[in-house]
């Protein structure tokens, strides 16, 4: 299932109906997205954060005792659910309020902090496109020890829009023929997995019937793959490939008699982009045969293999290809096969590019361009900006753990594999792992498509705090939001003495659980219960004032995204842009804004 969650916030003021609508797209998958409301830019899954609007109708006045009762959904009977379904079991916490705090619980679940429940509508792999509603209804009453025990109930309208998903075609280039020729079948293929259709412009020349082509003269036949789409997927872009049929020696033409026992080999195309290898199956309708094999290049020499070179038909055999010493460019080279009087060939294309190149700068993902350039702290979100880096796929990850693979790229820094929150080609942002003890240099490696980049040497810092801001550049407005609303600090929002506030960070080094335990692996959510907190002491400032630090330690459901809960000091200075920044161990952060008024 692929799962949307929508944090509701039960901590706060009076709230008001609002619908909530949002778009998923229908491509099968598995794994949960995670959602931080209101939306900022700390780590989260594509598509893009979903915040919730508004806050929960709440008439107990001791709000330490509110605890979730259940949660209930009723879809539209006009509009079945068509694989929706309601995901209710989860909590999110907002940990670490002070004890002076006139909101602090010295009972609950857990103590000494406030719960909020946390819905998730899940979409079926293979989900129709179209429009879905339903509405929520959550209730909740006092907890155990609440001395009036009064509560609330709130319903949400949902709209869900499943848009359809994206399909390509792979349509490899088709040899050359000279006649007399052979039918063969025609091997494009779809990313959706759904059947193509073939049609050709060129009658006369070639025709078509299913997947099987068939030159009949002389000339340029050109064949068109396309994909139509279904309730799950878009139409996908048609492809056309053309090649040439020459006429034999003797000037003849016309369409050939198959021979009686015809070798056959599938797929006919093969394409690569750098270095690998993939499995042809050679097949003999009058049964078993002795086969060999060889092959040409058209362009560049000594790339191409075959193995096993010779055997018995049928047979699978592996094609591989090595760019290493070749310039940069497309190669074309032609296997061929013989058995029993039989030829088939497969048409092998590599395309050669510049590999990975790391290039671009390496810096802390949430201080960027004011963070050290080349230091990186374990346990830390990194970006690696370059070329070449992945492929043309969805560079966003869609579930937790985090993968060490991502749209065909990896990373490893001192031989350790890097989990992956986002992979393009030109930026990778990655989570430092935990390297062997007492490294102080580490190389950098990026590979993709068999190509490893040049090693970057990085230098190895315990501590190398960050906050993530608005825009992504490290300075300007924090990705800083109420800690009992949730609501992002902006000049709507803004921030007042008292106030408890959630900086979310990047880079505050090691964790550990309250009875000792350490932290979640590289890449992994961290959970619910027990609460991680740092290692190392983390102070902050407001406005230049010491801000007493509640709580500072990793965001329950997040891999890798930290949290400080401070409490806006007495004496700041309101304004637009009140600077903020925190310190973790005595190494400094960047400098954020907030707005207090």
């Given at each position: 299932m692929v799962r949307l969650f929508?944090?509701?916030?039960?901590?706060?003021?009076?709230i008001f109906a609002a619908d909530l609508t949002f778009s998923l797209n229908s491509n099968s998958g598995s794994?949960?997205?995670?959602?931080?409301?209101?939306?900022?830019?700390?780590?989260?899954?594509?598509?893009?954060?979903?915040?919730?609007?508004?806050?929960?109708?709440?008439?107990?006045?001791?709000?330490?005792?509110?605890?979730?009762?259940n949660l209930t959904v009723s879809f539209d009977p006009g509009n079945p659910s068509a694989g929706l379904s309601l995901d209710n079991t989860f909590l999110a916490v907002v940990p670490g309020l002070l004890s002076g705090d006139p909101n602090y619980a010295t009972s609950g679940n857990p103590p000494n902090t406030y719960s909020g429940p946390l819905f998730g509508i899940d979409i079926a792999p293979q989900t129709p496109a179209g429009t879905y509603h339903a509405t929520v209804t959550v209730h909740a009453t006092g907890g155990t020890g609440d001395p009036d025990a009064n509560g609330f109930t709130v319903s949400k309208d949902i709209t869900v829009t499943v848009v359809a998903a994206f399909q390509s075609i792979t349509f490899g280039p088709l040899p050359n023929l000279t006649l007399?020729?052979?039918?063969?079948?025609?091997?494009?293929?779809?990313?959706?997995?759904?059947?193509?259709?073939?049609?050709?412009?060129?009658?006369?020349?070639c025709s078509v019937n299913a997947a099987t082509l068939t030159p009949l003269a002389p000339g340029t036949c050109s064949v068109t793959a396309a994909q139509p789409g279904n309730s799950v997927y878009a139409a996908a872009s048609p492809v056309t490939e053309s090649f040439t049929i020459s006429a034999a020696s003797g000037g003849g033409g016309g369409a050939p008699p198959p021979p009686v026992n015809p070798l056959t080999v599938s797929p006919a195309q093969l394409t690569f982009n750098g270095a690998g290898s993939q499995t042809v199956s050679l097949s003999y309708p009058g049964g078993t045969a002795s086969f060999s094999s060889n092959f040409n290049f058209n362009q560049g020499?000594?790339?191409?293999?075959?193995?096993?070179?010779?055997?018995?038909?049928?047979?699978?055999?592996?094609?591989?290809?090595?760019?290493?010493?070749?310039?940069?460019?497309?190669?074309?080279?032609?296997v061929n096969f013989s058995a029993g009087g039989g030829i088939a060939s497969v048409a092998v294309a590599?395309?050669?590019?510049?590999?990975?190149?790391?290039?671009?700068?390496?810096?802390?993902?949430?201080?960027?361009?004011?963070?050290?350039?080349?230091?990186?702290?374990?346990g830390s979100y990194i970006a690696i900006y370059g070329t070449g880096l992945a492929g043309g796929g969805n560079p966003s990850a869609t579930s937790l753990p985090l993968a060490t693979t991502l749209n065909g790229a990896s990373?490893?820094?001192?031989?350790?594999?890097?989990?992956?929150?986002?992979?393009?080609?030109?930026?990778?942002?990655?989570i430092v792992p935990q390297v062997p003890a007492g490294s102080t240099q580490c190389l950098l490696v990026v590979s993709y498509a068999g190509q490893a980049s040049s090693p970057v040497q990085l230098r190895m810092a315990a501590l190398q705090p960050g906050i993530y801001t608005v825009n992504l550049s490290g300075s300007g407005p924090g990705v800083v939001a109420n800690a009992l609303t949730g609501q992002l600090n902006s000049a709507t929002a803004p921030a007042h003495a008292g106030d408890f506030l959630a900086i979310y960070a990047t880079g505050l080094g090691a964790v550990q659980s309250p009875n000792g335990e350490a932290g979640p692996a590289d890449g992994a959510a961290a959970p619910l219960s027990p609460l991680f907190q740092t290692q190392a002491a983390v102070t902050a400032t407001v406005g230049g004032v010491d801000a007493p630090v509640s709580f500072a330690g990793l965001?329950?459901?997040?891999?890798?995204?930290?949290?400080?809960?401070?409490?806006?000091?007495?004496?700041v200075v309101p304004g637009s842009a009140v600077p903020v920044k925190i310190s973790?161990?005595?190494?400094?952060s960047n400098i954020v804004t907030i707005v207090v008024q």
């Open positions: 929508l944090l509701l916030a039960i901590l706060g003021a009076p794994g949960s997205m995670m959602r931080l409301a209101p939306e900022g830019n700390p780590p989260c899954l594509a598509p893009a954060c979903v915040p919730f609007s508004g806050t929960l109708t709440d008439t107990d006045t001791d709000l330490s005792f509110l605890q979730l009762d007399p020729a052979s039918p063969f079948v025609l091997t494009a293929s779809a990313s959706s997995g759904l059947s193509v259709v073939y049609s050709m412009s060129t009658p006369g020349v020499n000594g790339w191409l293999r075959v193995s096993p070179s010779a055997g018995t038909v049928p047979a699978d055999v592996q094609i591989s290809v090595n760019p290493a010493g070749l310039a940069l460019g497309a190669y074309t080279g032609t590599l395309n050669v590019t510049p590999g990975p190149q790391p290039t671009g700068g390496i810096a802390n993902a949430a201080s960027a361009g004011q963070a050290a350039p080349s230091v990186v702290s374990p990373a490893t820094l001192c031989g350790v594999a890097m989990p992956l929150l986002y992979a393009g080609a030109g930026q990778i942002n990655a965001t329950p459901t997040f891999a890798g995204l930290y949290q400080v809960n401070v409490q806006v000091p007495q004496g973790a161990g005595g190494a400094g």
